[in-house]
């Protein structure tokens, strides 16, 4: 069994990837949506509820910045330069989590008046429930597809030793644990 890019990122430097590529991001998204489903239900009864999904809708934006600005330069031009993503499985969870930030900046934008500026709260709401809408499928996509064993798609380390099935000598340190080692 082998495992996406996507999967090795996060769990190498253990537990820091998983908490600025995931925790961080996931739980922005997810305080922007629960205060926006309850700003819906009643739009001024909750003052609160409005500065933090600002808040957090903004840090979002500026989480997604940085994960950007990291991963192009140090995750998808070296893979796409050397050919090494680990077949389309692969492609599809990497893009699908770097587009995923897209439309968290444009959040972030949204809730600092800097787009949009001339258009009424009801239509800015729209636009903040469809941005958050996008993030979360190409986010569970990314999620979904960063899971999958890319092996079923025809992935093998190095394609001449494709018959040495033995992928915990290619793994990143972090995954040894989690494979047999068989030496014949």
């Known amino acids: 069994m082998y495992s996406t890019h996507y999967m090795d990122l996060l769990m190498q430097n253990s537990p820091w990837n998983l908490i600025a590529f995931m925790a961080i991001p996931v739980i922005l998204a997810e305080t922007i949506a629960i205060t926006e489903l309850f700003l819906l239900k009643s739009p001024n009864a909750h003052p609160t509820f409005l500065k933090v999904n600002r808040i957090a809708g903004i840090l979002a934006g500026v989480a997604f910045i940085g994960i ?33 930030g897209i439309p968290m900046i444009l959040l972030a934008l949204l809730n600092l008046k800097l787009l949009f500026r001339k258009v009424a709260e009801q239509q800015r709401i729209t636009y903040a429930i469809l941005l958050l809408a996008a993030f979360l499928v190409l986010s569970h996509i990314a999620m979904i597809f960063g899971m999958v064993d890319p092996g079923i798609a025809g992935y093998a380390p190095n394609k001449a030793s494709a018959e040495v099935q033995a992928p915990a000598h290619h793994m990143e340190s972090g995954h040894e644990g989690h494979h047999h080692h068989h030496h014949e």
């Open 68 to 100: 950007i600005v990291y991963f192009v330069p140090n995750v998808i031009v070296p893979l796409a330069s050397a050919g090494e993503f680990r077949t389309w499985i692969d492609v599809v969870a990497i893009f699908s989590y770097i587009l995923a």
